[in-house]
């Protein structure tokens, strides 16, 4: 299995009457990076779509840290599941790049979703996919290979945030910091280090600040694929 996103965002199962229905039932809203949409145990009165940039899901420890769990990106929905089953917030979601959400009232969400079966079938494909991921996700935590789990969350940002120079090679502005990756890929932050260490030693990355470079993304997807 290759190292891709397993779900699929939500606005690429939809056709243009469900699309032109998710729009004209909500608002467009813009943040800046730093913003903190929803805080973890929040109750849910809100759906965002995102049209475009990254938010951060993250949640808090018994001593206070942040804990990054995963990004979304631009197609993503995010509350739905706090939408069906009327739970808190499971996490707290902050903008890690300027957005522009499609912000859609819950009890709105909810008829939109009892009139249009398109919306409610690829609603339930998009959970599908990401309860997948989450068994993927706990599949890489049973390795000790952290070259590998390090390696595919950097193609993930390459698929999101990347601008292709040529054949193999990706430039990627990241908005997370040694340590959110660390998190992320659930290993130490000396682990991150040591592999993009190993990575530059092969020629398979670049690193600079705020950014890296990716020479050889076969080199990486290949090396990811150990942990699926």
């Known amino acids: 299995m290759t190292a891709e996103r397993q779900g699929t965002p939500l606005l690429e199962l939809l056709g243009t009457v469900e699309l032109d229905a998710l729009r004209q039932a909500g608002h ?75 912000v859609i009232a819950v009890d709105r969400f909810q008829s939109l979703m009892a009139e249009h079966q398109v919306l409610s079938n690829a609603i339930m494909a998009s959970i599908a996919g990401r309860l997948r991921e989450a068994s993927y996700r706990r599949l890489e935590m049973g390795t000790s290979d952290a070259l590998a789990r390090v390696c595919l969350r950097l193609v993930e940002l390459a698929e999101m945030l990347g601008n292709r120079l040529d054949a193999a090679s990706i430039l990627v502005h990241s908005p997370i910091s040694q340590q959110e990756l660390a998190e992320w890929a659930g290993v130490s932050r000396d682990a991150v280090v040591r592999s993009l260490k190993t990575m530059r030693d092969l020629g398979w990355l670049v690193t600079g600040r705020g950014q890296f470079m990716i020479l050889d993304i076969d080199a990486l997807r290949r090396r990811a694929a150990a942990v699926r």
């Not at 913003?35 to 779509?49: I, K, N, P, S």
């Open 28 to 102: 467009v809203r813009h943040h800046e990076p730093g913003a903190v949409l929803f805080v973890e145990g929040d109750g849910c009165a809100q759906v965002y779509v995102l049209l475009a940039g990254l938010l951060k899901l993250s949640k808090s420890t018994v001593d206070g840290r942040e804990v990054l769990l995963e990004i979304r990106g631009s197609g993503d929905v995010i509350g739905e599941l706090s939408a069906i089953d009327g739970q808190p917030r499971s996490a707290t979601g902050t903008v890690i790049t300027n957005v522009e959400l499609l």
